[in-house]
């Protein structure tokens, strides 16, 4: 659990892939579609459609010449629980400061 977690860290770490992941929200395409917003070689791109497909973030099939990339978002989901974890601890933390700073500050008045 933790390596994959690790690796889907690691895949989230680049803003192109962030950026491609983006992109493949809104439905597959093919890698000269995901390369074309971006000023760097298709083999760039391919290295980092490879980490995304060892991160299971994304599958690659061939139709005829090109090959379709889709999203799998449910392995984002240990991420998401993940950081979740640190959602509920920060939301719990400003609450409290909140609770301080409204006593402190009736007692101020």
């Not at 962030?18 to 995901?34: F, N, P």
Request: net charge negative; glycine share 2%; aromatic share 8%.
């Amino acid at each position: 659990m933790q390596e994959a977690l690790s690796t889907t860290f690691l895949a989230l770490s680049a803003p192109t892939r962030r950026a491609i992941l983006a992109r493949l929200a809104t439905g597959d395409a093919t890698v000269g579609e995901l390369a074309e917003p971006f000023d760097i070689s298709l083999p760039a791109i391919s290295r980092h459609l490879k980490v995304l497909e060892d991160a299971k973030l994304i599958t690659r099939e061939r139709r005829a010449q090109q090959r379709l990339c889709r999203l799998r978002p449910e392995n984002l989901q240990p991420a998401w629980d993940w950081m979740s974890q640190y959602r509920q601890f920060w939301q719990e933390s400003f609450s409290a400061l909140d609770k301080y700073l409204e006593e402190t500050q009736d007692h101020a008045e």
